[in-house]
């Protein structure tokens, strides 16, 4: 396997711990996510599926085990360590894409970068350019209101890799759209992962979908399988 990007190394969490009521959501989880490498995470709804991701993200710690993303162990470290090398090394999709209403496709992908310091000029530019690969460069000045549900999401993803993470979360990305649209979409995804060389980990239920990426894995009662 290439570099690694993204490791999980013996990852447990519980909800509601030491209660009647204790759910035991991810078992030992270990995930090792290659340089270049996209992988789709297969699971039934209520799995746990969201909770990994948002612990790769993270957005949420493990209560066992360890989250490293480049080589670092962020879990348990600082808030503002984590913030930093989530807004750095992570770029998030899900099912609906959560534009900025006010905003165009353009500075809805401008502004992450804006805020992580980039000249507005520059911003602009590499939005152009990620609007260009995935076919929607045409939509740029369009508010969200005004684009397909296929467009909203092709936008979405541009907004993701706006500031050139290491790795992309998908939390089915596809799942609002018609079969059709969302076949489109997820070549526009596939395209645009390629041609930036990220590591992507994509959740879906979609088995087509599934097949196109390098490998699967399945999360199983809390146990992931095909790791």
Known sequence: MSEAVLRLN???KFYNKGLANE??????VELTLGAGEMVALVAPSGAGKSTLLHIAGLLDGPDVGDVSIGGDVLSGQSDKRRTNARRRDVGF??????????????ENIALPQMANG??????????RDLLTRVGVDHRADHRPAALSGGEQQRVAFCRALANSPRVMLADEPTG???PSTSDQVFSALVELVRGTGLSALVATHNMELAARM???VR?????????
Not at 23 to 28: C, D, E, F
Not at 96 to 101: A, I, K, M, N, R
Request: glycine share 10%.
């Open 10 to 12: 013996g990852v447990e």
């Open 93 to 106: 999709v899900y099912q609906f894409h959560h534009l900025l209403p006010e905003f165009s496709a353009l």
């Open 214 to 216: 390098d490998r699967v």
């Open 118 to 127: 980039v000249a507005k000029a520059e911003a602009e530019a590499r939005g």
């Open 219 to 227: 999360l199983q009662d809390g146990v992931l399988v095909g790791a």
């Open 23 to 28: 759910v035991h959501v991810l078992r030992g």
């Open 176 to 178: 609002n759209l018609d």
